[in-house]
């Protein structure tokens, strides 16, 4: 099967198995900053933006979808160019491991974008569909806040 995706601002055309999830239809087109957790929808480490909206890729299966806007943690952001959110994980020191990362990013991204000045609770509530192992979220949550304050001061 194949269909035509907008996946990080860019048309791509691309072939799958009728029954794979965009979770691996997408890895296995090169987007490894996808990851691959629990495939439950229960972990948040393959979380996009879906129509901008933030999902997990792993509860919808890309024959469902055509001429969707795809968004992935590497389509906000580069390394040389990272969006905002993504030097304040940096700067904050809310990068570990780096596995629960890009759909932390996801999540901050969409949380953001929805409301540009959200509380300490918030955050945590828009969180928490993200499983981390080693960080206790403590430094996540002080990193969306301070990537908050950093785009406020650009408006």
Same mark, same amino acid.
């Given at each position: ?23 691996? +239809?997408?890895?296995?087109h090169?987007y +490894? ?54 030097q ?16 932390m ?13 959200p +509380? ?6 828009a ?7 080693? +960080? ?10 301070c ?9």
């Open positions: 099967m194949k269909r035509t995706l907008n996946i990080n601002r860019k048309d791509i055309e691309l072939r799958f198995d009728p029954a794979e999830s965009l979770l691996h +239809t997408l890895r296995n090169g +490894t900053e996808v990851k691959s957790g629990c495939e439950e929808g229960e972990c948040g480490a393959c979380l996009v933006l879906l129509n901008g909206k933030a999902v997990n890729s792993c509860l919808i299966f890309t024959s469902s979808l055509n001429g969707d806007r795809i968004l992935t943690a590497a389509g906000i952001g580069t390394l040389h160019e990272p969006h905002v959110i993504q304040a994980f940096v700067d904050c020191g809310a990068v570990q491991c780096g596995f629960c990362t890009p759909g990013v996801i999540a901050s991204y969409a949380l953001l974008q929805e409301n540009p000045e +509380t300490e609770a918030e955050v945590r509530r969180l928490s569909g993200n499983l981390c192992r080693c +960080t206790g979220y403590v430094k996540i949550v002080e990193a969306v806040l990537a908050a304050e950093r785009l406020k001061s650009e408006r």
